[in-house]
């Protein structure tokens, strides 16, 4: 039967990863991948979750299933730490949030939902986007169309081109926004762009659909929610996929969520039931292991504490790196790379053309997307100068 199957190649970003791993030069420096790398380049366990494991280690009892719909400490953090305590209260009901392997498995139980409630709606999608959202959320049959976004010319988003492709939305047709964050530029909306966003959102029965994976990576937790939650303030309904990988470091865990804002009562519980028959027609219960923790890390008040001075520091550094990079690349060229510190969270595109990504890799050993995009926690004290130096090599 699977003679002639098609060997598939590498996922185009982890197979860059594939090939720094396997370059044989010490001094190779990987930028591809989006997870936070600490100065000494690894990805690190926070302590407030390596506390949480130990009490859950020796406390837990059974291996049994976790409900389908997932641990409700878990739940009960993430939609407070997403919508605030205050907006959660105000919706109520209309909220319901089931637990997903990771945020991609957030998005596919999204879409899922999309798929059930308007198998025809149209999605759109910001040019450039995540690269796996179009495979992620299309395999469940959606369409696609895209949104200008980021302007290669104005090193930053083009505003009044997303809004002018927006209007050409149909009403019913869903919007994929990055809540913060944005992959791969780093480029995000003003918290006024959020609120004229709402407002078109709103005049023409757009649904947004919020991909929330970074939360508290750009500016700070309620720093980075406020987009979503002033455009709430404008629309009776969203879907918010939640993804624990990132700010609470449980990458291998899959630990996400995805939230649903309804009309009423009634239709977020639609939805969330929705997710779950989706869920266990895929497989079946989400993972337990990062759930918990995180279910423990953020219903703690102490170990929640550590946490987000944690998180706060993750962020600290990458905006420290994004200063000094931009310092270091306007010395040694002379040019303006303000873009860098404009940008938020982990990513940034450098401008640079798909043969220049090429040079890099291949003769400096330099590991960024063909994109250019870049992971900025890739960068620390020891290879910032030879990552600026390489840059400098091919420009
Ligand atoms: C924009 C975006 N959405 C969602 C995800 C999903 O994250 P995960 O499934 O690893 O939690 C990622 C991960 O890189 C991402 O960059």
Redesign the pocket.
Known sequence: MFDSLPVLPPDSILGLAAACRADPNPDKVDLTL?VYMDETGLCPVFDSVQKAQRELVSQEKTKVYMPPTGDAAYLSGIRTLVLGAELEDHLGNRVSAVQT???????RLGAEVLHAAASETTVWVSDP??P??IPLMGSVGLQFRTYRYYSPELQGLDFDAMLADLEQASPGDVVLL?GCCH?PSGADLSAVQWQQLGSLLAERRLLPMV?F??QGMGSGLDEDAGGLRSVLASVPEMII?V????NIGL?RE???AVIFIGGDDRAAEAMASQAVAAARRVYSMPPAHGALLAGRVLSSPELRQVWSLELEQVCGRINGLRANFRDALVTATGRDFDFIVRENGMFSFLGLSVEQAGRLRQEQSVYMLDSSRINIAGLNGRNISRVVEAVVSVL
Do not use: I, L
Request: aromatic residues 12%; proline residues 4%.
């Open positions: 989006g392997p990771g945020g991609c498995g957030a998005v986007t995540w796996v959202h990055h992959n991909d994976a970074y996929a993804s624990s990988s990132k990458y899959r630990a996400g």
